[in-house]
């Protein structure tokens, strides 16, 4: 559940067209969620498994499979913004998130232009765009933020790119906030599940407790956030799911409570949640105790540039991958 006490805020990982004409909108009237992310991943699973997307396919004989792809993905994302209208409007979050092409991760002007242009479709000011942390997509973020469009930066793994997020961010909110802008907002979406599926295997080898290495650098880039003290951007635990049955469903939203952020996770996952007494906040963590457990990593052997490099190549391939399959299953 939503935890307005601590600024607490739990969005939806899944858009998926049925879902979001039914059930969606009644876990936002009973305050289960306040906002809800999308990817291309996501998108490609709906398009290509659900028959809700048939009858307007039908109507777009013709268009390239980008086009295709963007007037379903508009539709749904619009859909998504009003459901949560009145969440937005009350101040409660409210966002929907959209990511641009994962093909332009590289490309500042073309990430600008096509983030303008997806948020002006859409016609919702409660979008976020939602931009990859590469060096390209830093300066496309500040640009985006100036003339008041709400931003996820996506793909975080490493503090660096957390700190460059937030210096990125600053400029942008400040540029719009001086010429009377009046609401802007951002999150840093800091990917945590696929530490521990990367590096568990070898961590049990060594005697190290596993499943730890997403929740303690989660915490590392909480704090640093936190400690810049910029309200309007926040820290957002995303790649919430866990993978088999060796941890509970929902431990990755449990294990990074923390006020003053949001948890974005799948269905199942916020299922398990609500299903339980919440607990108390498990953030912040002392940063002597996380600096001790990267400590016992790199005595034995774990390079943590070697992998915030890995994860983030594995992200962006796995993006442009999903985005590609399904651009080809619309020709």
């Not at 973020?141 to 700190?163: C, H, R, W, Y």
């Not at 080898?205 to 309200?231: D, F, M, Q, R, W």
């Not at 939203?253 to 923390?258: K, Q, T």
Request: hydrophobic share 40%.
């Amino acid at each position: 559940m939503v935890n307005r006490d601590i600024n607490f805020s739990l969005w939806l990982d899944f858009v998926e067209r049925d879902y979001l004409k039914n059930a969606f909108s009644a876990w936002v009237e009973k305050g289960i969620i306040n906002g809800a992310t999308s990817n291309p991943s996501i998108f490609a699973s709906a398009i290509t498994t659900s028959p809700a997307y048939q009858e307007q396919l039908a109507s777009l004989k013709g268009k390239s499979p980008k086009e295709k792809y963007e007037a379903l993905a508009i539709d749904d994302i619009r859909t998504a913004a009003q459901a949560l209208r009145e969440s937005y409007d009350e101040g409660n979050d409210g966002y929907i998130s959209i990511e641009v092409d994962p093909f332009l991760s590289n490309d500042t002007q073309g990430t600008i232009e096509e983030g303008k242009r997806l948020f002006a479709a859409i016609d919702e000011p409660n979008v976020m765009i939602k931009v990859p942390a590469t060096n390209a997509g830093y300066a496309a973020m500040t640009e985006l933020l100036a003339i008041g469009i709400s931003v996820n930066a996506t793909l975080i793994f490493s503090p660096d790119q957390a700190k460059r997020c937030l210096k990125a961010m600053k400029e942008g909110i400040d540029t719009f906030s001086n010429e009377g802008g009046c609401r802007v907002e951002a999150v840093i979406s800091v990917f945590v599940s696929r530490f521990d599926r990367l590096l568990d295997p070898d961590l049990e080898k060594e005697g190290i407790e596993v499943a730890k290495t997403g929740i303690y650098n989660a915490a590392k880039i909480y704090n640093l956030i936190e400690k810049n003290h910029t309200p309007s951007v926040r820290t957002l635990f995303a790649s919430t799911g866990v993978k088999g049955d060796n941890l509970p469903t929902d431990y990755y939203i449990r294990e990074l409570l923390a006020p003053h952020s949001v948890n974005t996770a799948p269905l199942a996952t916020i299922e398990a949640y609500i299903a339980k007494k919440e607990t108390a906040p498990k953030l912040p963590i002392e940063d002597d105790v996380i600096n001790g457990y990267f400590t016992k990593l790199a005595d034995n052997g774990f390079d943590m540039d070697e992998v915030y490099a890995t994860l983030l190549k594995d992200g962006l391939e796995a993006f442009e991958k999903a985005f590609e399959e399904m651009l080809d299953s619309l020709k």
